[in-house]
């Protein structure tokens, strides 16, 4: 079967043929139906070098936004239907210890011993026509789309489990949330803050495509620029911002956070920052009591919260389609930031 590879360290990737796989005790061998294409895909095949991350060394499969149907089922897999339709929670760690037990594989404190970070992550990911994965990390979509749904398993995770750490800054009255950066994640933000919240949305980008489909979601927007932070506090009667979420993660985002953020608020840095961030805090330029947060990707049983959402009509994902021979052209959109919301491969269009 075809598969997009990372093969080297700061090579970009390839399509080659490699074995379908077999599921083994626990396992569920998936007929992909989509897998999303991901900026932290470019971090590791562009920027990674010899030690950076020695579980997400080179020669495996890309794509940890994966959705598909279930299509071999390992020995002791209960509950997993041949041909229902699924999504992958990404993260893969040991399944027992304090962290896995509740889902929140991310944390896995064994993440030595298990190998590797997740799916498309060291281990072979859904940028393949098939894919094998642990059965407990497959949430059921029901008549959900697919395609719709691989989005969900990180550009809707993150920003959601971003948002359900803020929701005690977030559920009073009068609250506002400002999410920076329209991506893939700003924008699906914006639609999880209508759905979660009452707060008032405001929504920052450079790109003015992407500030209009902020605006089609419920959010008030406000252009970059040198006054950038004045009008969002505007907006909020000089008070400030109760929630920020910074999907970008660089120095001048995260100084516009600041800038903006009330007393007693929240910053959420969800982005990965490829410039980096050497932003320095000050004691007397801050809000006195605003937190500046660190969040990472998101729990399984949230994932499973997200699916409910998208069933229930609050979630539009914004992506374009490639084929699985297209997939090395969309990564490179990706790299040149032509992309608007999410590329998606399908390898298959149907079970």
């Known amino acids: 079967m075809k598969a997009i590879r990372y093969t080297d360290y700061q090579t970009f990737p390839q399509i080659v043929d490699v074995d379908k796989p077999t599921a083994g005790p626990g396992e569920v061998v998936l007929k992909v ?15 990674f ?10 020669q495996f499969t890309l794509g940890h936004e994966v959705a598909g149907w279930a299509d ?15 999504v992958v929670y990404g993260p893969v760690g040991c399944g027992y210890c304090r962290f896995c037990m509740v889902g929140q594989d991310t944390f896995c404190e064994n993440v030595a011993e298990v190998g590797y970070l997740g799916i498309g992550l060291g281990r072979d990911g ?26 969900l398993a990180d550009a809707g995770l993150t920003p959601y489990h971003a948002i359900k750490l803020a929701l005690p800054k977030l559920n009073k009255a009068g609250s506002s949330a400002l999410v920076i950066g329209l991506g893939g994640l700003g924008l699906l933000a914006v639609q999880i803050l209508k759905a979660m919240t009452g707060a008032t949305i405001i929504a920052t980008d450079t790109k003015e495509e992407a500030l ?11 252009a970059s620029g040198d006054d950038q932070a004045a009008k969002i506090r505007e907006l909020t009667g000089g008070r400030g911002v109760d929630a920020v979420f910074d999907m ?18 929240r910053v959420s840095i ?23 947060v660190k969040t990472y990707w998101g729990t399984l049983p949230e994932l499973g919260e997200l699916v409910s959402l998208l069933q229930q009509g609050h979630l ?21 930031g032509q992309v608007a919301g999410r590329a998606i491969i399908v390898p298959n269009e149907r079970f």
């Open 270 to 292: 969800v982005g990965l920052g490829t410039a980096g961030s050497d932003y320095g805090w000050q004691w007397y330029k801050e809000p006195y009591e605003a937190e500046l």
């Open 33 to 47: 139906a989509a897998s999303g294409a991901c900026h932290s895909d470019v971090a590791v095949f562009d920027d």
């Open 126 to 151: 859904g940028m393949a026509e098939y894919v094998v994965v642990p059965a407990r990390n497959l949430v059921p979509l029901g008549d959900a789309d697919p395609v719709k749904a691989s989005a």
């Open 248 to 265: 970008v993660g660089i120095g001048p985002t995260v100084e516009t956070a600041m800038k903006t953020v009330a007393k007693q608020g």
């Open 72 to 86: 071999e089922i390992g020995e002791g897999v209960d509950g997993i239907e041949r041909g229902a339709a699924y």
């Open 212 to 222: 209009r489909e902020a605006e089609k979601h419920g959010a008030i927007t406000v």
């Open 316 to 336: 539009e994902p914004q992506y374009t389609t490639y084929s699985l021979d297209e997939g090395l052209d969309a990564y490179q959109k990706l790299v040149d």
């Open 49 to 58: 070098v010899e030690g950076t991350n020695p579980l997400c060394a080179p």
